[in-house]
Nanobody, 124 residues
Framework: QVQLVESGGGLVQAGGSLRLSCAAS????????MGWFRQAPGKEREFVAA????????PYADSAKGRFTISRDNAKNTVYLQMNSMKPEDTAVYYC?????????????????WGQGTQVTVSS
């Protein structure tokens, strides 16, 4: 059974940093596109960042550009999201997702596997 497990969320002050991890099990995702999404209270789930299998293509949402970095370690079957210069508007539940294919997508409906989410709260 495929599982994606996020970790690293928590409470941070504005301007601080967090690194989220997403560990995959049940199969290898070394050739699959992966992504991070987030959902704030009362809002729809939105795209944050994605990464192709080799890590050479990493699109970001405008809100994440210049502050967040997505990366992956295929040997560990793990994807990361480094978040710097965090803002209160980054407060959300962050979800890791994986596709069955290697092609990146910015659309949540294109993702086949999802983690349970990890809460990130940024205080002002």
């Amino acid at each position: 059974q495929v599982q994606l497990v996020e970790s690293g969320g928590g409470l941070v002050q504005a301007g601080g940093s967090l690194r989220l991890s997403c560990a995959a099990s049940g199969r290898t995702f070394s050739r699959n596109a992966m992504g991070w999404f987030r959902q704030a209270p009362g809002k729809e789930r939105e795209f944050v960042a994605a990464i192709n299998w080799s890590g050479t293509s990493t699109p970001y949402a405008d809100s994440a550009k210049g502050r967040f970095t997505i990366s992956r370690d295929n040997a560990k079957n793990t994807v990361y999201l480094q978040m710097n210069s965090m803002k209160p508007e980054d407060t959300a539940v962050y979800y890791c997702a994986a596709r069955r294919v290697s092609i990146i997508s910015l659309w949540l409906d294109d993702y086949d596997y999802w983690g349970q989410g990890t809460q990130v709260t940024v205080s002002s």
